[in-house]
């Protein structure tokens, strides 16, 4: 009787150690958690940016990008005269740009004449604490329709043409061009 309590005890030892090793484990986890919380939230900040397009019943495409900024302390080297600055930059590769404090806004309008098939497209944003980026990709069918309406079956001799083509909307005067060829 004696020996199954000791025996039991021993278990119960054994089960309490273990807890207690993955108990400081877990603590350990997460006091270095919230410490890093607290010692470099400024580091885990930083631009952020979005970008959007939109096709118009115009045949203009509207890319955007939305980019916010973070605020950086910035001292002299006496550490005296600080000020706060919340100025950045974002812009969309090869098409727009633009800066502000605090957030900043460009678009791009493109014509969708140009843009048949399958384009990706890039924002960034940069400020004091560092940059973002985001992409946007837009697929575009510019194929015109075509329909012939004459002539009908077999011909011979002297003929005219006649159909209908309906070209996408683009915002250039010319629409589009329409070449034959009979064989």
């Known amino acids: 009787m004696h020996l199954g309590n000791f025996r039991q005890n021993i278990d119960d030892m054994k089960r309490f150690t273990s807890t ?4 400081h484990r877990f603590c350990r986890v997460l006091g270095a958690f919230f410490l890093a919380m607290m010692v470099f939230p400024a580091f885990c900040l930083s631009a952020s940016v979005t970008i959007t397009s939109e096709v118009q019943g115009d045949g203009a495409v509207i890319l955007t990008a939305r980019g916010t900024f973070e605020i950086c302390k910035t001292c002299d080297a006496n550490g005296n005269n600080c000020t706060n600055t919340d100025s ?3 812009g969309i590769t090869h098409y727009c740009s633009a800066s502000g404090h605090g957030s900043a806004t460009c678009t791009a309008i493109l014509d969708r004449g140009g843009l048949h098939g399958t384009h990706s497209f890039v924002a960034n944003a940069n400020d004091c604490k560092g940059s973002a980026s985001d992409s946007t990709v837009l697929t575009l069918d510019n194929t015109p329709s075509v329909a012939i309406t004459s002539p009908g079956g077999t011909v011979s001799g002297s003929f005219d043409v006649a159909g209908d083509v309906t070209f996408k909307s683009t915002t ?7 070449a034959a060829y009979i064989n």
Not at 20 to 23: K, L
Not at 172 to 178: A, F, V
Request: no cysteine.
């Open 172 to 178: 250039s005067p010319t629409k589009g061009t329409i």
């Open 20 to 23: 207690r090793r993955y108990a």
């Open 88 to 90: 950045g930059s974002v």
